[in-house]
C-alpha cells in the first residue's frame, strides 16, 4: 500500500503564491508518473500537471506558464508550485501517483486525502 499526505493548501490572494507538497510512503519499488489534479466546487476532477520517470512534464493550459511541478526522490516528495494565482484556481488539489509496488507489478494509481486551496482578496 502506498500513502501520500499533502499539505501546503490554505488561502491566497489573488496574484499570489502558493506551494503544495506531497509525501509518498509505502511499498513503492518504482514510480511511473505523479500528478496533482483539483477539483472546483460543482465540476469534476481535472489534471493540473504531470511529471515522469523520465521528468517530462504536462500542464493544463490553464496553468501554464503559472504553476511548475516538481519531484524530490530522495524525499519521496512531489512539490506545485503556484504563481499568479486566480480566483478560478481555487479547488482541492489532489496528489496522484502511479506507483509499481514490486518489480513485477503494473503500475497502480493512488490518491492523497486532497489539500483546499483557495483564491480570494
Known amino acids: 500500500q502506498v500513502q501520500l499526505v499533502e499539505s501546503g493548501g490554505g488561502s491566497v490572494q489573488p496574484e499570489g503564491s502558493l506551494k503544495l507538497s506531497c509525501e509518498a510512503s509505502g511499498r513503492i519499488f518504482t514510480k511511473c508518473a505523479m500528478a496533482w489534479y483539483r477539483q472546483a466546487p460543482g465540476k469534476e476532477r481535472e489534471m493540473v500537471s504531470t511529471?515522469?520517470?523520465?521528468?517530462?512534464?504536462t500542464y493544463a493550459d490553464s496553468v501554464k506558464g503559472r504553476f511548475t511541478i516538481s519531484q524530490d526522490n530522495a524525499k519521496n516528495t512531489l512539490y506545485l508550485q503556484m504563481t499568479r494565482v486566480k480566483s478560478e484556481d481555487t479547488a482541492v488539489y489532489y496528489c496522484?501517483?502511479?506507483?509499481?509496488?514490486?518489480?513485477?507489478?503494473?503500475?497502480?494509481?493512488?490518491w492523497g486525502q486532497g489539500t483546499q486551496v483557495t483564491v480570494s482578496s
Open positions: 496522484a501517483a502511479d506507483v509499481r509496488p514490486f518489480p513485477w507489478s503494473q503500475c497502480n494509481r493512488y
Open positions: 511529471i515522469r520517470s523520465g521528468s517530462s512534464t
